[in-house]
């Protein structure tokens, strides 16, 4: 989706977008992938919270449910208080988004 979720975003009025380290890296979901190699999806989701524990962030966005329930699965787990939100959801909440 090239750059238009962060563009979308960046209109979101009182909003602060942080970047996430490493934000091009998979979450270690990919459907199968995460049940043929258990192992190697865990330690990549690990690393993709251990990312997003690492910006402050009260929320983490993806336009992905898969990805959301990945991340916010270990971030759950690990009680760090960030929650998983879809990209939609912030958008249906703006006025921004309408206009």
Known sequence: MGDRPYR????????ELLDLPEAEQCCGFGG????????VSVA????KAD???STGAEYVVAGDNSCLLNIGGVLARRRSGV???HLAEILASTEEAAS
């Open 8 to 15: 979308l975003l960046r209109a979101v009025r009182g909003l």
């Open 32 to 39: 199968t992938f995460s049940l043929k190699n258990a192992d």
């Open 44 to 47: 990549i989701a690990d690393d």
């Open 51 to 53: 990312n997003v524990v």
């Open 83 to 85: 929650t998983p939100i």
